[in-house]
């Protein structure tokens, strides 16, 4: 019986890519059809994938070519300061100036310290900045990441506004400002994990996930590749609970002033 050989990657020529445009134009004539008036947000939001995407890529390849701390660090930030934006802009209610300081300090604490420990310890990695590593590493845990944030603020937000008597009632009988929100804080954070546990559940069995994928197609073993995934997923689940949890008990405070009552 012949063993198939690892092959090089598949280089995609400028038609094919063409053809998976596609799909796209599937989708825009399914919205039409259906009356769904989306026609031009999808249209834009395929252009500036692209664009985004062929910055990026030649961006990478500078600095991975001229792999320096500097550079590494400079990257990383500006995918954190851009995802911390991504937040603000996800919730269409105004938010207080220190609801937005929470939302950061949480994000790159919970970020930071996961993406430290998984690159120095879980991976070891020498050096530590190599950005081939830092990078698609740090993408990972940063979009889970803001996800996390984002599903948890609004649950909050939402269910703060909706069981307002029942805080308020709460407050009344005596309970703390904590006390009063646990339930509050507590669907918030499940809301928050949610995607993330769903993901873990099914993920080999239902889906191969796009790290693993990536490094399969490449021509990397699978063991190999399931290894790393399974590290990268741990190291997501402790980025998006950290982040998360520092959130949610700092972020519950603002909706009370300094006399424990809920603000208007």
Known sequence: MEVCSVQETVDLAFWQLGVAYLFVLLLIAIVRMKGIPREKEIGIASIRMVLQLILVGYLLEYVFRFSHPALTVLLVAVMLTF???????????????????????????????????????????????DPRYVIPITGMIIGNSMTGIAL??????????????????????????????????????????????????????????????????????????????????LGIVGSVSLSVLLFLQLGYRTFFNHRSQLRK
Do not use: C
């Open 83 to 129: 995802a911390i934006r991504t937040v603000f802009k996800r919730e269409k209610g105004k938010l207080s100036r220190q609801m937005k300081r929470i939302i950061a300090i949480s994000m790159s604490s919970g970020i930071i310290a996961s993406l430290a420990v998984f690159i120095l310890v879980v991976v070891g990695m020498k050096p530590w900045y």
């Open 152 to 233: 948890g603020l609004h649950s909050m937000i939402e269910n703060m506004q909706a069981q307002k008597a029942k805080v308020e009632a709460a407050l009344m009988l005596g309970a703390t400002p904590g006390t009063a929100a646990r339930d509050i804080v507590n669907q918030a954070f499940d809301a928050a994990m949610l995607p993330t546990i769903n993901s873990m559940v099914g993920m080999g069995i239902i889906s191969l996930p796009g790290m693993m994928t990536g490094q399969i197609l490449s021509g990397t073993s699978p063991i190999v590749a399931v290894e790393y995934q399974i590290a990268i997923m």
